[in-house]
């Protein structure tokens, strides 16, 4: 059989006037034209109906977020929780609402911080903490550079300071730090041009664990007045009970800290805290229980239980936690060392546990942080 190749001006596509269907329409040299109904709307037809709709339902999912950019907190910087008072707190949680909505959606893009740049600054490990600033500046737009400490001129013996300069040289928008060196951030922050958060100094603070510990709380309870919160574990060494103890406490929570005595700092006793050596008697009437990490890495000199010992004395399990209330929840900022602090299938279950929610909500919190940091440095300058 012969072969026949179409050429171009062969095949016609065409729409009738009136119509709504369109022909395709086949003339070769002598032989009677082939016309053939498509039956439907196709080809540009169909294009202009598939950009239309995407367009639409891209339109639909990335509504313009709104951003008043009057925030209660005025400052430039996010260092501390010490000084944060009820209202500064709540405007970091209120400008999280929107981002918790806006997380859910397919499409999670937003040009609030397109042009503006983040560093993210780990001089220590970190997962959760580093990870979600990452995902909180790219939802934002922004462009994050993850400095690879492990990989930089630091061990050349290069300085934090000359590091810092290095960095602040290339104009970015705001600078996350975690460093093991206690009020570095703060240092760091009269040093640099830009925003600076602390993303945990040492055992001193880590202000953002503990708003988006706030604000699961607040999504949960809807309320903190009248809240009994257990701090458990390793206090001495954790940034992350200091931070959440000044803000749960100024958001209205009464807070109940229990530990082994070694692990429970002295300065504590002069706060308006209860403190408690044992899990029976201090998770009595909880709404939450927190338990921490056993900080290995900062542990010197300080006597701590073996880690069986430990875990029965002060481990989570589900009879530990029938002490506190009927339905009290479990949170833990992570990383877990399951079966030493809390029992495996309880973390896991999240019937009771808000772990997952915690680093969900550590997202938007970030987005809020970010947010509001960028446009206070526009408004009242570095
Ligand atoms: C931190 O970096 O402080 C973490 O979020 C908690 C921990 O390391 O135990």
Known sequence: MKKINIKNDQLQIYKRENSNLWQLKIKLPKKKAIRISSGTKILIEAKKIGIQKYNHLLNNEIKKIQIDKTYFYKKIHLIESENLNKKEIECFLDTSNKYIEFNKKRIKKSNILEGRTVFNLFFEDSTRTRTSFEVAAKRLGADLINVAVKDSSINKGETLLDTMTTINSM??????????EEGISKKISKIVKSSVINAGDGSHEHPTQALLDALTIRKKFKKFKGLKIAICGDILHSRVARSNIEILSTLGASINIIGPKSLIPLDLK???????YNMKKGL???????M????KERIVGTHILNEKEYFNQYGLDYKKLSYAKKNAFVMHPGP??????IETNLADDISRSLIQEQVTMGVAIRMACLEILVN??????S
């Open 171 to 180: 104009s970015p928008d705001v600078i996350i730090l975690r460093h093991p």
């Open 270 to 276: 002069r706060k308006k805290l209860n403190i408690y």
């Open 284 to 290: 009595k009437n909880c709404d939450i229980v927190m």
């Open 292 to 295: 921490l990490r056993i900080q």
């Open 336 to 341: 877990m060392n399951r079966g030493v602090e």
């Open 376 to 381: 206070n440095r526009d408004k009242y300058g």
